[in-house]
């Protein structure tokens, strides 16, 4: 399998070309069995129930997400003879927390022997920890195409305040039904096209660190993302008038998005930076009252937007590796400084950041060295890389195309928050993204200052 190859490849064949061997060395496989995105797909539940010998699901909802495609769920169910118990989350919205898992699983019927979820985000990222656990078949009913995880992996989840991925189930099954798809908020599909920006950076970001730090990458998973990307991006403007073509071509691009994840093994193709703007605000909001959040494809858009304009400022300002100039500057950072910082901005959830590094020691002097050897030597392909970029105006005009928001100040953050942001992204995972490269090389201030400090 080669990388023109998968570009070329529907969502069909890509599963059923199931489990190969890739030219990166590792076998990949597409983690999900079966994916029906049709107008009344919901009909196919027996049918999923039966392949998999399944009497009697467990159905998984939260308030909203059950009144757009609950009832329909039930009745298909009732009419052909299945039993179900269900749990519909009493509050909303459900936060991602491990009190939402714990809640889940207080109310799970054991006599149940399937999973079905009706929902997207965090139903579907609860649903999946609860298959894990018990080890049943899980399908997911999507009601919007607003996220790239039905089918990774992983959980994005809130544990003790730090927004991190944890290992879960990946759906057996994916049903979109269009009926139900088309009719979603408009403010989630434009989340789903946010949450496939992303990809923008992210594919740039995983390509850095296998240079810098010798992260495995794989041309082939690449090109998958690649192709949801474009896909998505093709559509977008027909979203405004919530046409099933476009509809259907975002919820298929989220789809592949999870099948590179899967590929990987790891986030990596789907999240970097432009993530941790969204990580960041979730945990604010988690950490201190009042604080409002957004859905996350919202905040992953914006975050995209702005790590664009970060690497158009690094790109401007004409920056090469210069050792005394980031020797001064780390040995000028505090850390302890830095930790008080961090809790100051996000909270207790800071608190499992910091014990991340104690691990990591990513500010250690003498890896900061060796690191910037490293970007020294490969200076001329790191800064190709970073020049495949777009122009962040033209992703900005494509994001008001839409009307999707191109400014933080929709959830309440002024430019100094931003830019406080903007310098804790470095922190939230042991990941090598656009930050810790400013960061070795001693100009991450500059950059924060020169992108996020409002003209004069």
């Not at 998999?52 to 059950?66: C, Q």
């Not at 920890?129 to 790239?148: E, F, H, L, N, W």
């Not at 073509?245 to 193709?269: F, H, K, Q």
């Amino acid at each position: 399998m080669t990388a023109d190859e998968i570009k070329t490849m529907n969502l069909s064949d890509l599963i059923q070309l199931g489990e190969f061997s890739c030219s990166c060395g590792k076998k990949h496989s597409p983690g999900v069995a079966k994916v029906i995105i049709d107008k009344g797909a919901v009909k196919v539940l027996p049918a999923l129930l039966e392949e998999i010998g399944a009497k009697k699901p467990f159905l998984l909802s939260g308030h909203d997400t059950f009144a757009a495609a609950g009832e329909t769920v039930c009745s298909v169910l009732e009419a052909a003879g299945y039993s179900y118990t269900k749990y519909v989350f009493p509050v909303s919205p459900v936060r991602p927390t491990e009190y939402t898992v714990g809640s889940a699983l207080m109310h799970f019927d054991y006599s149940c022997d399937a999973i079905i979820g009706i929902g997207s985000g965090v139903i579907n990222d609860t649903a999946k920890m609860i298959a894990r656990a018990t080890g049943m078949k899980y399908i997911i009913v999507a009601t919007a195409p607003s996220m790239d995880g039905f089918v990774a992996g992983t959980s994005s989840m809130d544990r003790d305040g730090l927004k991190t991925s944890i290992y879960s189930k990946a759906a057996w099954a994916v049903v979109g039904d269009l009926d139900i798809l088309c009719n979603a908020p408009m403010h989630l599909l434009r989340a789903g096209v946010g949450d496939i920006l992303a990809k923008i950076t992210s594919l740039v970001e995983w390509q850095l660190a296998s240079v810098i730090v010798g992260e495995d990458y794989c041309e082939v998973t690449a090109a998958l993302v690649e192709r949801a990307l474009k896909q998505v991006m093709d559509q977008a403007e027909k979203l405004l008038e919530r046409d099933p073509d476009a509809v259907r071509a975002v919820m298929e691009g989220l789809v592949i998005a999870g099948i590179g994840m899967n590929y990987a093994g790891v986030s990596r193709p789907a999240s970097g930076m432009e993530h941790y703007f969204s990580h960041i605000w979730d945990m604010r909001s988690l950490a201190f009252e009042g604080v409002p959040f957004e859905q996350h494809g919202i905040q992953a858009g914006l975050g995209t937007l702005y790590t664009l304009m970060a690497y158009e400022t690094f790109q401007k300002g004409g920056y090469r590796p210069e050792w005394e100039r980031a020797r001064k500057f780390v040995e000028s950072f505090s850390l302890e400084d830095w930790n008080r910082k961090l809790l100051a901005f996000i909270g207790p959830g800071a608190e499992a950041m910091i014990e991340g590094e104690n691990r990591e020691h990513k500010y250690d002097v003498a890896k900061h060295k060796a690191r910037f050897g490293v970007i020294e030597k490969n200076w001329d392909r790191i800064v190709e890389i970073i020049r495949t970029l777009p122009p962040s105006g033209e992703i900005r005009a494509l994001m008001e195309s839409i009307g999707f928001p191109t400014s933080a100040s929709i959830i309440g953050y002024d430019d100094e928050q931003v830019k406080t942001t903007f310098t804790m992204t470095k922190d939230i995972r042991d990941k090598y993204v656009g930050t810790r490269l400013f960061w070795d090389l001693g100009i991450l201030d500059e950059i924060a200052d020169r992108t996020f400090t409002p003209k004069r």
